[in-house]
């Protein structure tokens, strides 16, 4: 099941977010949102595959979100791990981890 517009997916990463941080994880929120400049900037640098114009990133409408989680300053995986999360993501609704970039949430 995929989330119908923002709204929904907003609530669900506010749950998530809640979740982690509840749980005990130092988590970061990063792109929840990107320009068509932006995400063609990271298309550019090999950091996406969706060049902004012609395909269209889940961030650019705000349906996507990248996360991080630090620990004494250092960027490291979460403590319960990505797979957990990501599980966690899925019974809200949200898609499946993809494995070249497990801190994507969409």
Known sequence: MAFKNRVEFTKAMTWLLN???DEGENVIVDYCK???EEQLRMFQNRLSKCDGTIKISKHQRGMAVDLYFVVAGELLPPFKG???WHDKWEETGGSPMIEFDKGHFE
């Open 82 to 84: 990505w797979k957990y």
């Open 34 to 36: 990107r320009s068509v």
């Open 19 to 21: 979740r982690m941080i």
